[in-house]
């Protein structure tokens, strides 16, 4: 069976509008007019001789895998660590290395990640910007060797840009967080929990659950100026496909009215309230309903709204729930 592909447009999209849709979306174009994506399709060297104009001298961490894992950083076989190395390394030193990887099939690979544009290549993110975002949000950088990054989620929104190489992206909703087999939450590759399930072969008994879920995912693929809009909590399983990949991804919550970020509040419900009766939990979970996702609607809809107090507009009333939460977990 073929896997569907997400929604696709062309570069001219409202990007609020699509993130309040909380769907994937490939923006076809969205970075080709870029210097660095016209110097990748041009070659691999025109685009190093591009990255290093910009090159600071800073360091920072990759990952480097023997050519055995073929590129998949991933754990060992027991859960307790992984098969690939963690080094900190020049970004000049990063290049030589990845063009080293290409060049031969016995070379280790390299991935480095998650770096910011603006310390690691300063100016780059001047000359390669999206009008549809807000300046002020942050580039990353990815670029490496062919490699299979475990299917993960993001807490923030996505917008990732290709600029060279292709990538494969395999999506799964947030509902199906059940049925990934996801790993620990706190022995992670990178930060943020995989799901062990995917990737794996039809019918592995390991991962029953899996089966029901394996045929929801959506595949998209990306060639050098597309992107892919990912929203928050969508699980992503992301394959660098050539010898040579680079990509751009922006982070930003569009939604937030202030600094507490919604997983922060899942994990300190994890310890209030996971591990309690089954029937409090439940109750728990009907209030929840009720005063946070409001299923039928506005909890205090029956009462004028000068009646509302603290559930009256959060951009009024943030400053004051938050005081109150601050202080019970101070003890007060």
Same mark, same amino acid.
């Given at each position: 069976?073929?896997?569907?592909?997400?929604?696709?447009?062309?570069?001219?999209?409202?990007?609020?509008?699509?993130?309040?849709?909380?769907?994937?979306?490939?923006? /076809?174009?969205?970075? /080709?007019?870029?210097?660095?994506?016209?110097?990748?399709?041009?070659? =691999?060297?025109?685009?190093?001789?591009?990255? /290093?104009?910009?090159?600071?001298?800073?360091?920072?961490? #990759?990952?480097?895998?023997?050519?055995?894992?073929?590129?998949?950083?991933?754990?060992?076989?027991?859960?307790?660590?992984?098969?690939?190395?963690?080094?900190? +390394?020049?970004?000049?030193?990063?290049?030589?290395?990845?063009?080293?990887?290409?060049?031969?099939?016995?070379?280790?690979?390299?991935?480095?990640?998650?770096?910011? #544009?603006?310390?690691?290549? *300063?100016?780059?993110?001047?000359?390669?910007?999206?009008?549809?975002?807000?300046?002020?949000?942050?580039?990353?950088?990815?670029?490496?060797?062919?490699?299979?990054?475990?299917?993960?989620?993001?807490?923030?929104?996505?917008?990732?840009?290709?600029?060279?190489?292709?990538?494969?992206? =395999?999506?799964?909703?947030?509902? #199906?967080?059940?049925?990934?087999?996801?790993?620990?939450?706190?022995?992670? +590759?990178?930060?943020?929990?995989?799901?062990?399930?995917?990737?794996?072969?039809?019918?592995? *008994?390991?991962y029953p659950r899996f089966e029901a879920v394996r045929d929801r995912a959506l595949v998209a693929e990306l060639g050098p100026g597309d992107a892919l809009y990912l929203p928050k909590l969508w699980w992503h399983r992301v394959e660098?496909?050539? *010898?040579?990949?680079?990509?751009?991804?922006?982070?930003w919550d569009g939604f937030s009215a202030g600094p507490d970020a919604p997983l922060t509040t899942m994990m300190l419900a994890m310890i209030a309230i996971a591990e309690r009766p089954e029937r409090e939990r439940l109750a728990w979970?009907?209030?929840?309903?009720?005063?946070?996702?409001?299923?039928?609607?506005?909890?205090?809809?029956?009462?004028?709204?000068?009646?509302?107090?603290?559930?009256?507009?959060?951009?009024?009333?943030?400053?004051?729930?938050?005081?109150?939460?601050?202080?019970?977990?101070?003890?007060?």
């Amino acid at each position: 069976m073929t896997n569907a592909a997400p929604r696709e447009s062309g570069p001219e999209v409202d990007l609020p509008s699509i993130a309040e849709q909380a769907e994937p979306v490939v923006i /076809r174009g969205a970075c /080709r007019d870029w210097p660095a994506t016209a110097a990748a399709v041009r070659s =691999t060297e025109a685009l190093f001789d591009y990255l /290093r104009r910009f090159d600071g001298g800073q360091r920072a961490e #990759a990952f480097v895998g023997e050519p055995g894992i073929a590129g998949r950083y991933y754990y060992d076989e027991a859960l307790d660590g992984f098969n690939f190395t963690r080094e900190t +390394m020049t970004f000049a030193d990063a290049l030589a290395r990845i063009a080293a990887g290409a060049a031969a099939a016995d070379a280790p690979s390299v991935y480095m990640g998650s770096v910011s #544009a603006d310390r690691m290549l *300063p100016g780059f993110s001047a000359e390669n910007r999206l009008e549809m975002l807000d300046p002020r949000i942050e580039a990353g950088l990815w670029i490496g060797n062919a490699s299979h990054v475990s299917c993960h989620y993001d807490a923030l929104d996505n917008l990732a840009c290709v600029v060279a190489g292709r990538r494969r992206f =395999t999506l799964f909703p947030p509902d #199906a967080v059940g049925d990934l087999y996801v790993g620990p939450i706190d022995h992670t +590759m990178a930060g943020q929990p995989v799901g062990l399930a995917v990737g794996s072969p039809p019918g592995d *008994p390991r991962y029953p659950r899996f089966e029901a879920v394996r045929d929801r995912a959506l595949v998209a693929e990306l060639g050098p100026g597309d992107a892919l809009y990912l929203p928050k909590l969508w699980w992503h399983r992301v394959e660098a496909l050539e *010898p040579v990949n680079m990509l751009v991804n922006y982070w930003w919550d569009g939604f937030s009215a202030g600094p507490d970020a919604p997983l922060t509040t899942m994990m300190l419900a994890m310890i209030a309230i996971a591990e309690r009766p089954e029937r409090e939990r439940l109750a728990w979970r009907a209030f929840f309903d009720h005063y946070v996702f409001r299923p039928d609607g506005h909890p205090l809809a029956h009462l004028p709204s000068e009646k509302h107090g603290i559930l009256g507009p959060l951009r009024s009333n943030y400053g004051r729930i938050r005081a109150i939460v601050m202080q019970r977990l101070r003890g007060g």
